[in-house]
């Protein structure tokens, strides 16, 4: 194992061990009716958390000079905008306005200050994104998944066969730049600083969802 394999591995350990206990959209021990609630809340966000992904994908493809990370991004924005119209699909299925959704000030900010990433380092931006952000959905599009299960089988079956297995992919592309870029001291710091930087501020984002989904909004 080479010295920046090692550096990514024990990345991946730190991201998780951040999260462990803290990803607070769903309250597995809420009443059905409640979790339900929670999870048609998850699904509004994730209309437009694709939407917002397709144009953060777009605004960073131009300043990705490497050309090995650079030709795997416009698979991802292809991925980001087909979650987007299947989950929209989804939720008029339910009887529900997909478009109806207004973002909390902190989610907007979040995407708006991820687009304004574009003129960081590719080092910066894919440990941000896709090594945390997007290994952090992957885990709780598998809880969403667990616990929608029983309550409504078709969207469960939606996350895991459409939606789960891009988010790998998407993840894997972030471990492919690290491997790629994270090869001295230096960038390996940039790394490390990128991706508590962004869980960080993806958690704060998570807090308010949280109380505005047990709000009903």
Known sequence: MTETERFVKELARENKAFWAGRDVR???????????SQIRYRMR?????????????AAWIPWVPEREIRDLLPRQLEDEHRHYQLLRRRLKDLGEDPDAYQPLP???ALFDWLVACRHRPTVEKLAMFQFAGETQSCEGFETLIRLARDLDPE?????????????????????QALL????????QQQARDACREMNLKVFRAYQAHRSRADRGG
């Open 106 to 108: 902190e989610w907007q």
């Open 45 to 57: 966000q994730g209309v437009y958390n694709e939407l917002r992904s397709v144009e953060l994908i």
């Open 155 to 175: 969207t469960a079956d939606l996350y895991r066969a459409q939606i789960l297995p891009d988010e790998y992919r998407h993840a894997a592309i972030g471990r």
């Open 180 to 187: 790629l870029l994270a090869d001295t001291p230096q960038r």
């Open 26 to 36: 769903l309250d597995p021990d809420a009443p059905r009716d409640a979790l339900l």
